[in-house]
């Protein structure tokens, strides 16, 4: 695969855009075939991958990221060992007391919501989660079942 996106490039500076703008010229199918490839690549040959190469993968997973989550939980390994979430809203509104949107640098509540999914069993896009936590507000009562499930485990 890696000589295939070297060959799709053509010598040119890999970018996202670019890549993007190449990708119009196949067929929808195929597209996403190489998209996965790709991922696959990024996922599988990353110490054999030049550093532009690896920024460039870096930079379309960022820009791909609820497709990269769902190649990684639908098409690999990963997807076998995610943890199983119980109490999504109670877990949202812990979450958020602990990310300080007000500190430099400033958490990304999409980033978080990338981690959580490739770690997670939610069935839920990368959008919706990072939404969710950002406004998940823990109440009085929140706190009080926080506290009844932390005995629970003692």
């Not at 896009?125 to 005995?151: C, G, N, P, Q, T």
Request: hydrophobic share 45%; aromatic share 14%; proline share 3%.
């Amino acid at each position: 695969m890696k000589e295939e996106l070297v060959a799709l490039f053509g010598g040119a500076k890999p970018t996202v855009r670019l890549f993007h703008e190449l990708l119009k010229c196949m067929p929808l199918e195929e597209r996403g075939i190489f998209f996965d490839r790709t991922f696959g690549l990024a996922l599988s040959g990353w110490t054999d991958l030049s550093v532009p190469y690896r920024l460039f993968l870096v930079r379309l997973i960022k820009a791909n990221r609820q497709r990269f989550v769902d190649y990684v939980r639908q098409k690999t390994v990963f997807g076998e060992f995610l943890y199983r979430m119980d109490e999504l809203n109670l877990f949202l509104k812990g979450l958020n007391l602990l990310v300080d949107p007000y500190k430099n640098p400033k958490s990304s509540y999409t980033e978080i919501s990338f981690s959580l999914l490739l770690a997670f069993d939610m069935d839920v896009s990368v959008k919706y989660l990072a939404d969710k936590i950002r406004y998940a507000r823990m109440d009085s009562y929140d706190f009080a079942d926080l506290m009844e499930k932390s005995s629970e485990m003692e």
